[in-house]
């Protein structure tokens, strides 16, 4: 079982850039898919990117692509996200996630997907 914790998230300016990254413990990174997740209040949970588990194949959502850019070193069990032209549409509480350990045909752009979370950090991106 894998524990995630999130941090670099904050409040920026529009057309900034932030990274986020996703510490995991209890168990080698290696097993995992893995995905970042945003979530704004009144709204569902919803896909930003997911990387497979060495890292060969990556997914984005549509109004993420071009701007944010998902990566991991499983040897540091970390996970990150570098977001760049932030837009106050990407203001939300940022979750990563993983799913079970050498889980077949995944469908890593559901949330249901996803067996373990972290807590969540927030973004805030103003005008």
């Known amino acids: 079982q894998v524990h995630l914790v999130e941090s670099g998230g904050g409040m920026v300016q529009a057309g900034d850039s932030l990274r986020l990254a996703c510490l995991g413990s209890?168990?080698?990174?290696?097993?995992?898919?893995m995905g970042w997740f945003r979530e704004v209040p009144g709204k569902e949970r919803e896909f930003v990117a997911a990387?497979?588990?060495?890292?060969?194949?990556?997914f984005y959502a549509d109004s993420v692509k071009g701007r944010f850019t998902i990566s991991r070193d499983n040897d540091m069990n970390r996970l990150y996200l570098q977001m760049s032209s932030l837009k106050p549409e990407d203001t939300a509480v940022y979750y990563c996630?993983?799913?079970?350990?050498?889980?077949?045909?995944?469908?890593?752009?559901?949330?249901?997907?996803?067996?373990?979370w972290g807590q969540g950090t927030q973004v805030t991106a103003v005008s």
């Open positions: 209890g168990s080698p990174f290696l097993p995992y898919n």
């Open positions: 990387i497979t588990r060495r890292g060969s194949e990556t």
């Open positions: 996630a993983a799913d079970g350990p050498w889980s077949s045909n995944p469908q890593l752009t559901s949330p249901t997907e996803y067996d373990y």
